[in-house]
């Protein structure tokens, strides 16, 4: 069985049997190796308490006044609690799946060891519906992180990331951010979610893009973090304060422009590392899975709106009030001057070093087949389950070459590792850290990465809709 028969059944059949006709035959005798292991962890009751528990359960969220969402997500709130942890001291998180669904949790951005990372495609095992898994990690690297489930949804969208399962998981340590007067944490998540047709002028946008059919996500409310723009609580500030938000873009496939007005954002950091060259933006583009970390000095008095560039999009909800201490008011919006974002004017301008191998994926998209409905997405033509891994070997340096031949924005994500983003078109640049880069339609992006964490890892475009339909590939370690 592979993700896509998984998901057709994963609604009323228990995981374990699901999970090891997930993993390629190759991997079958670390697998079982693994699953022995979560089994015994499982039949114990366990002597010590976590240090942390979650809950997987059903809650309704308010999002704005009589709008109501019946959702999945963690301890009943959204986001999930905030997991503050202490690089390099190792903690034990207890998960307890409340829903009628396997599901499973992914600590994004953590360089785990491949049971604990949570992707089933790795080996890691679901939990199943009533049941509870202890997963123990040693955090690292430092950071804005975070969690989320890794369940496939394919043509379910009450499950996976269209739900509310997602937290902030902040890893502490030696580094500084800057001087700030307030941390916040802001969250964007897209609600209501439903399938639309494509959209045919995007499609011809790209001459490498075939005219189909097929379905994509549209959704009718957003929000930042609990509430619609203009519900809930404002984001209150003081003149002259200096605040750290830190930002992330839980959305399921949406990616988004944020602007405050009479603001500019110092971005310190992305995906939770620091940036080598801090610079000031009048708007951030922050793509699905991305986080990213800015200073904003609050130096315009008044009621304003932090949200999205889209009229339509802050209509759905997409922002929260920032209001100043002494004001009062409707809140302001002004549309800022649109540039295109470039991830090189937070690198540096020199070249990175040599890999020792090149590796190059087209990312595209074979319609939909099979009659389905839905786009089929592939990386060198050839799509998940039916793929074969990238060898790798422990300790060299290998370059991702993303050269995207479709007409759909594509953020790669790669489990377990840190990337650094080297060239952009043919733009070469080095320093910038990431485990999420955003590739454009038609663009060619290229990230390098130590193959230093042996196990399988996962490689894969976090938009739910791709991912679940074939746009996932494994990296495999010599042996």
Same mark, same amino acid.
């Given at each position: 069985?592979?993700?896509?028969?998984?998901?057709?059944?994963?609604?009323?059949?228990?995981?374990?049997?699901?999970?090891?006709?997930?993993?390629?035959?190759?991997?079958?005798?670390?697998?079982?190796?693994?699953?022995?292991?979560?089994?015994?962890?499982?039949?114990?009751?366990?002597?010590?308490?976590?240090?942390?528990?979650?809950?997987?359960?059903?809650?309704?969220?308010?999002?704005?006044?009589?709008?109501?969402?019946?959702?999945?997500?963690?301890?009943?709130?959204?986001?999930?609690?905030?997991?503050?942890?202490?690089?390099?001291?190792?903690?034990?998180?207890?998960?307890?799946?409340?829903?009628? &669904?396997?599901?499973?949790?992914?600590?994004?951005?953590?360089?785990?060891?491949?049971?604990?990372?949570?992707?089933?495609?790795?080996?890691?095992?679901?939990?199943?519906?009533?049941?509870?898994?202890?997963?123990?990690?040693?955090?690292?690297?430092?950071?804005?992180?975070?969690?989320?489930?890794?369940?496939?949804?394919?043509?379910?969208?009450?499950?996976?990331?269209?739900?509310?399962?997602?937290?902030?998981?902040?890893?502490?340590?030696?580094?500084?951010?800057?001087?700030?007067?307030?941390?916040?944490?802001?969250?964007?998540?897209?609600?209501?979610?439903?399938?639309?047709?494509?959209?045919?002028?995007?499609?011809?946008?790209?001459?490498?893009?075939?005219?189909?059919?097929?379905?994509?996500?549209?959704?009718?409310?957003?929000?930042?973090?609990?509430?619609?723009?203009?519900?809930?609580?404002?984001?209150?500030?003081?003149?002259?304060?200096?605040?750290?938000?830190?930002?992330?873009?839980?959305?399921?496939?949406?990616?988004?422009?944020?602007?405050?007005?009479?603001?500019?954002?110092?971005?310190?950091?992305?995906?939770?590392?620091?940036?080598?060259?801090?610079?000031?933006?009048?708007?951030?583009?922050?793509?699905?899975?991305?986080?990213?970390?800015?200073?904003?000095?609050?130096?315009?008095?008044?009621?304003?709106?932090?949200?999205?560039?889209?009229?339509?999009?802050?209509?759905?909800?997409?922002?929260?009030?920032?209001?100043?201490?002494?004001?009062?008011?409707?809140?302001?919006?002004?549309?800022?001057?649109?540039?295109?974002?470039?991830?090189?004017?937070?690198?540096?301008?020199?070249?990175?070093?040599?890999?020792?191998?090149?590796?190059?994926?087209?990312?595209?998209?074979?319609?939909?087949?099979?009659?389905?409905?839905?786009?089929?997405?592939?990386?060198?033509?050839?799509?998940?389950?039916?793929?074969?891994?990238?060898?790798?070997?422990?300790?060299?340096?290998?370059?991702?070459?993303?050269?995207?031949?479709?007409?759909?924005?594509?953020?790669?994500?790669?489990?377990?590792?840190?990337?650094?983003?080297?060239?952009?078109?043919?733009?070469?640049?080095?320093?910038?850290?990431?485990?999420?880069?955003?590739?454009?339609?038609?663009? &060619?992006?290229?990230?390098?990465?130590?193959?230093?964490?042996?196990?399988? &890892?996962?490689?894969?475009?976090?938009?739910?809709?791709?991912?679940?339909?074939?746009?996932?590939?494994?990296?495999?370690?010599?042996?």
């Amino acid at each position: 069985m592979n993700r896509r028969s998984f998901l057709r059944s994963a609604s009323g059949v228990m995981a374990q049997p699901l999970l090891h006709s997930a993993i390629p035959a190759s991997s079958s005798l670390l697998f079982a190796a693994q699953q022995n292991a979560a089994k015994k962890a499982a039949s114990k009751s366990p002597q010590v308490a976590a240090d942390h528990s979650l809950t997987i359960k059903p809650c309704t969220l308010e999002i704005s006044p009589g709008v109501n969402i019946k959702t999945v997500a963690y301890n009943g709130q959204v986001p999930g609690p905030l997991l503050r942890l202490r690089q390099g001291v190792p903690v034990t998180i207890d998960v307890t799946n409340a829903t009628e &669904t396997p599901d499973i949790v992914h600590w994004h951005g953590l360089t785990t060891d491949s049971l604990n990372d949570g992707a089933m495609e790795e080996g890691s095992p679901m939990i199943p519906p009533g049941g509870h898994l202890r997963y123990s990690l040693t955090p690292n690297p430092t950071g804005s992180r975070w969690y989320h489930t890794h369940t496939g949804s394919g043509a379910n969208l009450g499950i996976g990331a269209y739900t509310g399962q997602f937290g902030f998981l902040l890893i502490d340590g030696p580094g500084d951010p800057g001087h700030y007067d307030q941390e916040v944490f802001l969250a964007i998540h897209h609600w209501e979610p439903s399938f639309v047709p494509m959209v045919e002028t995007m499609q011809a946008q790209s001459a490498n893009h075939p005219m189909t059919s097929g379905s994509d996500v549209g959704y009718q409310y957003a929000s930042i973090n609990q509430h619609r723009l203009g519900a809930g609580e404002p984001l209150r500030v003081k003149q002259g304060q200096k605040v750290l938000m830190r930002l992330l873009n839980a959305s399921a496939t949406e990616n988004v422009v944020l602007a405050l007005p009479g603001h500019t954002f110092k971005v310190v950091a992305m995906d939770g590392n620091p940036v080598p060259n801090p610079k000031e933006v009048e708007a951030l583009s922050i793509a699905v899975a991305e986080r990213v970390d800015a200073i904003v000095e609050m130096k315009s008095p008044g009621v304003w709106v932090l949200g999205s560039t889209l009229e339509k999009s802050r209509q759905m909800g997409l922002g929260i009030v920032v209001e100043y201490a002494g004001k009062s008011g409707p809140p302001v919006w002004k549309d800022p001057q649109i540039v295109p974002w470039d991830y090189a004017q937070f690198a540096s301008s020199s070249a990175a070093a040599k890999p020792d191998e090149t590796i190059m994926l087209a990312l595209m998209d074979l319609g939909p087949q099979k009659d389905s409905k839905f786009d089929t997405w592939a990386i060198n033509g050839l799509s998940w389950p039916d793929i074969p891994p990238i060898k790798v070997q422990q300790g060299k340096r290998y370059r991702l070459t993303f050269q995207n031949a479709s007409g759909d924005q594509h953020p790669m994500h790669l489990h377990r590792h840190t990337f650094e983003v080297v060239s952009i078109g043919d733009k070469n640049i080095s320093g910038l850290k990431k485990d999420v880069v955003n590739v454009l339609p038609l663009d &060619t992006v290229a990230v390098d990465f130590v193959a230093d964490n042996p196990g399988d &890892t996962l490689l894969h475009c976090h938009m739910q809709l791709h991912m679940d339909f074939g746009f996932m590939q494994l990296i495999k370690y010599a042996t």
